[in-house]
T-cell receptor
Framework: SQQGEEDPQALSIQEGENATMNCSYKTSINNLQWYRQNSGRGLVHLILIRSNEREKHSGRLRVTLDTSKKSSSLLITASRAADTASYFC???????????FGAGTRLFVKA | DSGVTQTPKHLITATGQRVTLRCSPRSGDLSVYWYQQSLDQGLQFLIQYYNGEERAKGNILERFSAQQFPDLHSELNLSSLELGDSALYFCASSPRGTHEKLFFGSGTQLSVL
């Protein structure tokens, strides 16, 4: 079963706009990660936020984590056509070894 | 290039057959994870090995088995294949001492006809 649920399932925006994707999860976690997947390719790790962190930045990426609501968001600022991909959140639960992925958000950035 | 190698890239076979998917983790990584990605089920965790030993198990069917060898490469065996086993199978590895960041291979696309 999947741990995380992303919202929205699909998102279409214009180049230059910001894209926000949300993830909710069910259990207590050690960390939450975001990955990107270009069509049919392997996933690529983008950013990790630990359970004791609330916000993290990496380039045009901003991730927030609210453990009380069991939710996270990924913001991509000033999007580019090359950001078109699927984005997945993944969680690693406390005391566990599994990294469980959500269903993903498909982002389409129009040039 | 993630450094994780999966072979073959594509595999076409018939129902009832058995196939073996192979994965070589990044140099130095001890952990290997297997995932199945299909349109209706998303990315499902199958199994994880650490330095040759099974560490965690997910939604892996009894018809599927895996192992990690002393040289740390791993194989995923799928038997009595069904149409529904058609999917993209990914292997990932994580750096020694941490399981926080996974590096994915490019996957094996399995088509069961």
């Amino acid at each position: 079963s999947q741990q995380g649920e992303e919202d929205p399932q699909a998102l279409s925006i214009q180049e230059g706009e910001n894209a926000t994707m949300n993830c909710s999860y069910k259990t207590s976690i050690n960390n939450l990660q975001w990955y990107r997947q270009n069509s049919g390719r392997g996933l690529v790790h983008l950013i990790l936020i630990r359970s004791n962190e609330r916000e993290k930045h990496s380039g045009r990426l901003r991730v927030t984590l609210d453990t009380s609501k069991k939710s996270s968001s990924l913001l991509i600022t000033a999007s580019r056509a090359a950001d078109t991909a699927s984005y997945f959140c993944a969680t690693r639960d406390t005391g566990g070894f599994k990294t469980i992925f959500g269903a993903g958000t498909r982002l389409f950035v129009k040039a | 290039d993630s450094g994780v190698t999966q072979t073959p890239k594509h595999l076409i076979t018939a129902t009832g057959q058995r196939v073996t998917l192979r994965c070589s983790p990044r140099s130095g990584d001890l952990s290997v994870y297997w995932y199945q990605q299909s349109l209706d089920q998303g990315l499902q965790f199958l199994i994880q090995y650490y330095n040759g030993e099974e560490r965690a198990k997910g939604n892996i069917l009894e018809r599927f088995s895996a192992q990690q060898f002393p040289d740390l490469h791993s194989e995923l065996n799928l038997s009595s294949l069904e149409l529904g086993d058609s999917a993209l199978y990914f292997c990932a590895s994580s750096p020694r001492g941490t399981h926080e960041k996974l590096f994915f291979g490019s996957g094996t696309q399995l088509s069961v006809l």
